[in-house]
Every structure is written in C-alpha cells, then in structure tokens.
C-alpha cells in the first residue's frame, strides 16, 4: 500500500517538473517577442554602512521581463530617443516586483553583450 503512494509522489512530481519545463520555455518564448509596451520601474534603496544599495530595475507588466538599469542602462526596456520625452512610471520596488516572472537580467548581463534577441533566449534559460 505505502509503495503506491511513493509511485503516486514521483509520477507526481515527473508531472509537475514538465509542467515547469514547460513554463519556462513559454516565458522564454514571450519574453523574447514581447514589445514590451508598459514598462514601470522599481525604484532603487540606498545603501548605508550595513547593507548595500539595490539598483533600479525595469519591468514590462506584460511579459515581466526585468532588467537592472544602474551603469549604462537597459537594453530592452527603453523606449529609446524617445525616453526623454515618455515618462516610464516610478512605483516602489515591491509593486514592480509582482510583474517580474523569472529572474532579474542584471545590469552586467544585459550591457556586457548589449543582447540581441538570440542572445536574450540563452540567458533567460
């Protein structure tokens, strides 16, 4: 009897982990051709002696793409030459983190090798 219920958890278990493997590369999928159309920005914390500052980071409530924006910005979630004229909204960092869906892209990621869609795909992974 306690046998079936250990078949049961690992079919189980099997369903889910392809239930995820699934989900990410359907993330990966939208994320990649989304034109990330509203984007709100996580505000960033200053850092004291005790801990360190958290950069600001951008997130597209459609798809929940995220980048960092410290250094020389972002990558994806820009509205270019036009940013100075369109202004992204500011909201605290828990607000723009219920958009985020999988990981943060950091600054160093997305600038070091100024992604390219392909590119993007491998690091979203």
């Not at 990410?24 to 914390?45: F, M, N, W, Y």
């Not at 250094?71 to 030459?81: H, P």
């Not at 990621?109 to 392909?118: S, Y």
Request: glycine content about 8%; hydrophobic content about 30%; overall charge negative.
């Amino acid at each position: 009897m306690e046998m079936n219920y250990i078949r049961e958890m690992i079919k189980k278990e099997e369903v889910l982990n392809k239930a995820k493997e699934d989900y990410q590369t359907a993330r990966i999928k939208a994320q990649t051709l989304c034109d990330h159309p509203k984007i709100v920005e996580g505000e960033s914390v200053s850092g004291d002696a005790v801990s360190s500052s958290e950069p600001p980071f951008r997130v597209c409530t459609k798809c929940g793409y995220t980048e960092e924006g410290w250094g020389c910005g972002y990558s994806f979630l820009t509205k270019g030459y036009e940013e100075d004229r369109i202004t992204i909204p500011a909201v605290d960092r828990k607000t723009a983190y219920e958009f985020v869906r999988g990981r943060v892209i950091s600054n160093d990621e997305h600038i070091q090798v100024k992604l390219g869609r392909k590119e993007l795909e491998e690091i979203l992974k």
